[in-house]
């Protein structure tokens, strides 16, 4: 059964500091997922990361993937308020279409 | 484009009840999938329909849900009899190719008191 953790499940940051969210899956896959959600509001989709290597960047925000550990790392470049948010590294396999699992999320909080 | 649309947005019913929850997916997204999330759990795959039909439904529960789409548009998610346990958050997605990120609705928090 494939499972993904995420840490830390909680993170306080202060603006204008960097910090970084893991996740590790437990079993080969070929499509990681960052989403984000907001209070009350859908999932929206961050990155979608598919080969060894990939490295994908968005504003205050990188993702990478390294498929040989089964990790994918979130970097947080300079936190602003608007980041604050719950992230959640989602996994996936091509012959599962579309059956996703989910990590336990991260809830982000950034401090003026 | 609108996005994915779930009714209603809170639901608060008691023990025994029956309840049911409404997507409406983005059209033209053959793809529909439903979620929950109870207390203190991940977000776990219920179900899969491609048009009207169940391609996966290997996450429902148990026979208390029934699930449809009928027409291959929107979709409905029964609960009968609601038990305690069933309290979370229901989302539903789309997508118009299956490897493509889903777009997920806002949920739909369901209380069973």
């Known amino acids: 059964e494939l499972k993904v953790e995420q840490n830390p499940l909680f993170l306080s940051m202060q603006e204008g500091k960097n910090y970084t969210i893991y996740c590790n899956y437990s079993?080969?896959?070929?499509?990681l997922y960052w989403y984000r959600q907001d209070p009350g509001k859908s999932l929206e989709s961050l990155f979608v990361?598919?080969?060894?290597?990939a490295v994908k960047q968005e504003g205050r925000l990188m993702a990478s993937l390294d498929t040989k550990a089964r990790l994918s790392t979130l970097h947080i470049t300079a936190a602003v308020h608007d980041l604050s948010a719950t992230y959640f590294c989602?996994?996936?396999?091509?012959?599962?279409?579309?059956?996703?699992?989910f990590g336990q999320g991260t809830i982000l909080t950034v401090h003026p | 484009e609108a996005g994915v649309t779930q009714f209603p947005s809170h639901s608060v019913i008691e023990k025994g009840q029956t309840v049911t929850l409404r997507c409406d997916p983005i059209s033209g997204h053959d793809n529909l999938y439903w979620y929950r999330r109870v207390m203190g759990k991940e977000i776990k795959f219920l179900l899969h329909f491609v048009k009207e039909s169940k391609q996966d439904e290997s996450g429902m529960p148990n026979n208390r849900f029934l699930a449809e789409r009928t027409g291959g548009t929107y979709s409905t998610l029964k609960v009968q009899p609601a038990e305690l346990e069933d309290s979370g958050v229901y989302f539903c997605?789309?997508?118009?190719?299956?490897?493509?990120?889903?777009?997920f609705g806002n949920g739909t928090r369901l209380t069973v008191t």
């Open positions: 079993t080969t896959s070929d499509r």
């Open positions: 997605a789309s997508t118009g190719t299956v490897n493509s990120p889903l777009h």
């Open positions: 990361l598919l080969s060894n290597g």
């Open positions: 989602v996994v996936g396999r091509r012959t599962s279409y579309g059956k996703l699992t």
